[in-house]
């Protein structure tokens, strides 16, 4: 996934706390400083801006409680104009 303008990514995460790996970054464009954020509260953050064909985890966890919840995760450029990328989300 990738935007200049903030998005939002529902994930239906079953009952318990799990790690979220987000692998940010694209093979033909640089990836830049990019923030991920769920409920006000920033769970991950990419500092550095990724030249084109690198890439890097941002790892965090998620609690969907007892019963398992829909959690929203917020992406969005650190600087207007910059883009938010990712190729990969794995919910363990």
Same mark, same amino acid.
């Given at each position: 996934?990738? $935007? =200049? %303008?903030?998005? %939002?990514?529902?994930?239906?995460?079953?009952? $318990?706390?799990? =790690?979220?790996?987000?692998?940010? $970054?694209? /093979?033909? *464009?640089a %990836?830049?400083?990019?923030?991920?954020?769920?409920?006000?509260r920033?769970?991950?953050h990419?500092?550095?801006?990724?030249?084109?064909g690198? *890439?890097?985890?941002l790892? *965090?966890?998620?609690?969907? $409680?007892?019963?398992?919840?829909?959690?929203?995760?917020?992406f969005?450029?650190?600087? %207007?104009? =910059?883009?938010?990328?990712f190729? /990969?989300?794995?919910?363990?």
């Amino acid at each position: 996934m990738t $935007g =200049q %303008t903030p998005a %939002t990514l529902r994930l239906d995460v079953p009952a $318990g706390a799990h =790690q979220v790996a987000l692998l940010a $970054g694209d /093979a033909g *464009f640089a %990836t830049d400083a990019m923030t991920v954020s769920s409920e006000g509260r920033t769970l991950a953050h990419l500092t550095d801006p990724a030249p084109t064909g690198q *890439f890097a985890w941002l790892t *965090f966890p998620v609690d969907a $409680g007892a019963d398992g919840r829909a959690v929203d995760l917020g992406f969005a450029a650190d600087n %207007t104009g =910059q883009y938010w990328r990712f190729a /990969a989300l794995v919910l363990s």
